[in-house]
């Protein structure tokens, strides 16, 4: 079990550095068929899809070496007691009234009552009015619980969550580390550090 | 009977209350402070009760100060030192106790089952003690004395007893039973140092017209009692009938004008929906109150019946029945209130507002108890989601914004109280309660009160649902044999800062969904999931006393999930426990404190 928690790490290391060059190159690209809009635009346009088809493939890949834990419902670790996998990974973006946004990260997709476990839940206000989440930092609330009835984690009060998000192709990736968490069950405190490759959540 | 008779004895033998007070060693005035806090008190729907119950906890104080006093001496060996003055007197005081007792009974008052048992416990105590007393160094002296006494008091008794027979004859009970108890406290002063048979001789003399006035007496008392019920059950009619048909009339006239008069005041939708969820307490309250006064009055000839507490509308005669039938009414009733007015409320606007409002009367009705209300009520208010238009959207959107926080903090509080590791009130109950006093009273409170604080010990509870009753207080209802009282003032405002901001909700932004507004609202009037710490102490408290007089601060259990019970056994008894919170869970919240 272990071998394949390290190589799904391994490959998704791989697969981030090799996803940041398609992404470059999709940019290049992009601004190649810009630059030489009547002529490029089409090989332009070749080359992203071959870059996507692999990206997918990969993917696919991955999913299958880690055993469906980098499924197509996305995937999160995060340090609990212990660096914790979790089963899913979703981010939902809400609009709010005055023009913010609320920026909800979890590990189901229901309305959460009869989740599966481990589960989390974080929640952060942004503004994507003037840019979208890429790049951004925001600080969230967090919870976090490995069973039905069991501990639950929460942040430290008064201290939010910062994390950072980062588009992925089809999928963003959020990380955050040092982060102060707090065992309710046992007023313990920890420093954690957690990583979630997210898919949209409609 | 008048107070007189109760404040000035006539006795024989002068009393120094004090000398026997001063046998009395400090922790044994602890156990007599403490059984003080565990008596009964009066409900005094007949006023001669109240007295009565006084001059009981005066009788017991005076005759068992002068028991405890007895028993040091003779376990350090020393009666022959005992105050024997005070032996006629304190013999006094403990058969008038008992007959007072017996009075209370007739009266259906419960504090009398109680003061039987003391009674009772204090005359065969000193029954036996006068036979060590006898034979004590100077108990030669008092026996002469009281022969001498019952000797040269004898025309007086003589005329004492002719005058009573006659107030009788006139149809003066009261006085005459007045009379009768002077006499009686009288020979109390000295018949227990008489032989047997010279007692006997006193017992004849005085029999006869003893056994004359009892049963009048006694119906007297029971009459008096059955009239006081019949009046507290008017006093207390619930206004069932009276209630559900304001209601209706209401919501005809919110639908068709969006307001309605109550009490001649002119009211909107969320208003009259909140007034009458106040009058549906009152009204529940009331139900509780007839039905422990009736049950008193059983076999009695109270003049009103439960049908008529009851009234019509609910169909049923049945004290257990009636808060079930109530329930489902209002359930049924006041989510109408709200469809009545979404009806009318087509531009967004108005809709939005009167969906705030009636989301804040959600929230000020909301307890563990009213889930099928609120579900009703939700109900009517999620139409508002289905319409077109922006509001409809924001609420969409607002409760993806807010119920993933609300379901964790929940988790999150619940994992909190979890670690607190204090156990249930209904186990630590099961714990205290004990044979002799649970469900009914079988000993005096003096003899339990002690054990009782003792097995209190270190227990660590908590009580769940606890509705405030004002700043410094709050109860829960465990079941009709349980309740708790949680005391101690904490303040949630940090707390209540941390839930909004979660919730988005500010001055210019109040919630949009129910649940939000429950949360905050419950948080602010501290209705609370639970609240623990260690046990400060227990009460035995009377099911008679308790709901015959039910206080309005306790009627937030609406809907009542379900009616007291009694076999109408006059002891039948509550346990009252008293904690002062170490941490309090809110349903959304935890907070140590």
Known sequence: MDDLVSKAKDSATEFKEKSGDAFGKAKAGASDALDKAKAGASDAATKLKETTGQLRDQASKMSKIAGNRMSINGTAEITLDAPTTFPASYIRIVPLPEGQSVVQLKSYSGDGESTTYPAYFLQGVVDLESGSLDGQSVPCRFFAQKTADGDVWENVPGQLVVVQFKKNADKIAASFSGAALINLANNSQTNSTGWFECVDLK | ?593
């Open chain 2, 1 to 593: 009977m008048n107070s007189n008779s109760r404040l000035n004895r006539t006795f024989c033998f002068a009393i120094a209350m004090l000398t026997a007070a001063n046998f009395v060693c400090g922790s044994q005035s602890q156990l007599l402070a403490q059984s003080k806090m565990m008596s009964i008190p009066a409900n005094g729907f007949v006023p001669e009760a109240t007295t009565l119950v006084a001059a009981c906890e005066k009788n017991w104080e005076d005759a068992n100060a002068y028991i405890v006093s007895l028993k040091a001496a003779e376990k350090a060996n020393q009666l022959d030192k005992v105050n024997l003055k005070s032996f006629g007197t304190s013999a006094a005081s403990a058969a008038q106790l008992y007959r007072d007792s017996q009075r209370l009974r007739n009266f259906r008052e419960p504090a009398g089952v109680d003061y039987e048992y003391r009674g009772d416990y204090c005359r065969n105590f000193l029954r036996d003690a006068a036979i060590k007393l006898k034979t004590a160094k100077r108990g030669s002296e008092y026996i002469a004395k009281a022969e001498k006494y019952k000797l040269s008091s004898a025309d007086r008794r003589k005329k004492a007893l002719q005058r009573v027979r006659k107030l009788f004859a006139d149809g003066k009970l009261d006085q005459a039973e007045e009379e009768m108890e002077e006499i009686l406290v009288d020979v109390d002063g000295f018949q227990l140092w008489l032989s047997p048979n010279s007692s006997m001789q006193i017992q004849k003399q005085i029999n006869g017209v003893r056994a004359l006035l009892m049963e009048p007496s006694e119906k007297r008392r029971e009459s008096a009692a059955a009239a006081a019920f019949t009046e507290a059950l008017k006093i207390n009619d619930p206004g069932i009938d009276a209630l559900l048909s304001s209601i209706n009339t209401s919501i005809s006239e919110i639908a068709t004008s969006g307001n309605t008069t109550i009490d001649r005041k002119l009211v909107t939708g969320p208003q009259a929906l909140k007034e009458f969820f106040l009058q549906w307490q009152v009204c529940q309250n009331k139900l509780i109150r007839c039905m422990s006064i009736s049950i008193l009055g059983n076999r009695m000839d109270v003049q009103v019946t439960p049908a008529q507490c009851i009234g019509a509308q609910l169909g049923t005669d049945d004290w257990a029945a009636a808060p079930f039938r109530l329930n489902a009414k209002m359930t049924e009733l006041l989510p109408k209130f709200i469809a009545a007015d979404l009806r009318r409320a087509k531009d967004e606007a108005t809709a939005k507002d009167i969906y705030v409002r009636y989301l804040s009367t959600l929230g000020f009705m909301a307890n563990k108890s009213a889930n099928e209300l609120m579900a009703a009520c939700e109900k009517e208010l999620a139409v508002l989601e289905t319409r077109s238009g922006s509001l409809a959207k924001s609420i969409k959107n607002y409760k993806k914004a807010t119920a993933d926080m609300l379901l964790w903090r929940k988790r999150a509080a619940a994992s909190a109280a979890r670690s607190a590791n204090s156990t249930d009130l209904n186990s630590a109950a099961n714990i205290l309660k004990d044979k002799s006093f649970s469900p009914n009273l079988l000993k005096g409170l003096d003899q339990i009160a002690a054990d009782l604080q003792k097995t209190v010990g270190e227990l660590n509870v908590y009580a769940s649902n606890v509705q405030a009753i004002n700043d410094n207080a709050g109860f829960a209802s465990v079941d009709e044999q349980v309740w708790a009282t949680v005391i101690g003032q904490f303040d949630l405002e940090n707390e209540i800062l941390e839930l909004r901001n979660d919730l988005f909700i500010s001055p210019d932004s109040p919630p949009l969904s129910p649940a939000a507004a429950i949360s905050v609202l419950t948080a602010k009037r501290k209705s609370l999931t639970a609240a623990g710490g260690p046990i400060s102490s227990v009460q035995i408290e009377a099911f008679g006393t308790r709901y015959s007089k039910l206080p309005t601060s306790m009627g937030s259990f609406v809907p009542l999930e379900k009616m007291p019970q009694t076999d109408g056994n006059l002891g039948k008894t509550l346990l009252r426990i008293n904690l002062n919170p170490s941490w309090v869970q809110h349903e959304h919240f935890f907070k140590k404190l």
